[in-house]
């Protein structure tokens, strides 16, 4: 089985919405992957300044097929998922973005960057990853 490199971009003040989709991911009986993410419990504490953060947040997403982002609109107002957006862009990496369970409106800079949208459903999710990306 083919294991996919993931960065799923995330605001830690919905953290909840990470874990869920983590969940789902590692729920799926045929689909692995590597999670890159820099979830709350695991922080990048060693950058100094803005730029260094940029730096490590560049180095966890280089080595990835995907970067996942959480299409609520939240993110329009994150500048660290407006960040991750752009070095995925620079990296011409795929990004995948996810509407959240519920939710009638998505962040419009997540949908404009996106190379494809999906449901928060899980083999929606999965099937977008293996459609989108080269492991």
Not at 9 to 26: A, M, V
Not at 98 to 114: L, M
Request: aromatic content about 8%.
């Amino acid at each position: 089985m083919q294991t996919y490199h993931l960065f799923i971009s995330h605001s830690w003040n919905y953290s909840g919405s990470h874990d869920n989709l983590i969940r789902l991911l590692s729920d799926h009986p045929t689909f692995t992957f590597k999670n890159f993410s820099v979830p709350p419990h695991n922080p990048i504490t060693d950058a100094r300044t803005d730029q260094e953060l940029e730096e490590a947040i560049e180095n966890k997403i280089r080595p990835c097929s995907a970067v996942l982002v959480m299409a609520g609109m939240y993110s329009a107002y994150s500048k660290w998922i407006q960040k991750e957006i752009e070095i995925a862009k620079r990296l011409g990496k795929v990004i995948i973005a996810i509407r959240p369970h519920g939710a009638e409106r998505t962040a419009k800079v997540v949908s404009d960057a996106a190379h494809v949208e999906c449901a928060w459903n899980t083999n929606s999710i999965v099937s977008a990853i293996r459609l989108h990306t080269a492991v």
